[in-house]
């Protein structure tokens, strides 16, 4: 086995959740009288919370007076409908029992509100009680210290572990936290968009991310 634990990256890596993103992203800008994104617009906004995702978003972002506004009609609606269309990717959940059979532990680090993130991971990967989110306790990835907690509550060494994520986020998030990072791209970015960052282990579907994780590849 390559690695002992696994730090994973939610939104893009284990869930496709950027069609409820894009329809409360647009719910809030229209309450408000402003244009729709497309969702490969709002792919582009992700990957820094949501208050950076509305500040792409809102036309002049938060000089705009009405930001405030807007970020306040968009959270409650975002927490009744977080998961009318989120699914997790397919292969994932194979994935995810097949590390937990081979005794690997996981966590998951995410810059979506705590309390978002929490119940979309109780419903879909039950098994994962290691949830860091956006919160006063903690900063926002890339900083590191999100991932060096997940790491404590799992017990785990910093060099037994590796992180997986989708995003140009989460390249800088493994290098601050000094872990590998084991990008995937069925996410929210593109591999040139990745290598542009510097990142240069790239898998295609969760299959071979799971060979590479228990040093089947």
Partial sequence: ????????????????????????????????GYPTRTVEEVKGFVGRGIRYMLACAVPE?????????VLATFLPYYKEHCADMTAPYEGISTLLSRLRLAGVRMAIVTNK??????????????????????S?????????????????????????????????????????????????LWGFRTEEQLREV???????????LGDYILGNA
Avoid at 61 to 69: I, K, T, V
Avoid at 119 to 127: A, I, S, W
Avoid at 142 to 169: F, H, N, T
Avoid at 198 to 208: H, I, K, R, V, Y
């Fill in 113 to 134: 509100v705590q309390s978002a993130a929490e119940e979309l991971v109780r419903e879909t990967f039950p098994d994962i009680t290691v949830v860091v989110g956006d």
């Fill in 1 to 32: 086995m390559r690695y002992n634990a696994i730090v994973f990256d939610l939104d893009g890596t284990l869930l496709n959740t950027i069609d409820d993103l894009t329809a409360c992203a647009n719910y809030a800008l229209a309450a408000h």
């Fill in 136 to 184: 006063p306790a903690v900063k926002r990835k890339p900083e590191p210290e999100g991932v060096w907690m997940a790491l404590e509550q799992l017990g785990v060494k910093r060099e037994d572990a590796a992180y997986v994520g989708d995003s140009d986020i989460d390249f800088a998030t493994a290098q601050n936290a000094a872990l590998p990072c084991l990008s995937v």
């Fill in 61 to 69: 972002g938060e000089d705009n007076p009405e930001f405030e506004a």
């Fill in 198 to 208: 510097g990142a240069d282990t790239f898998f295609t579907t969760p299959e071979a």
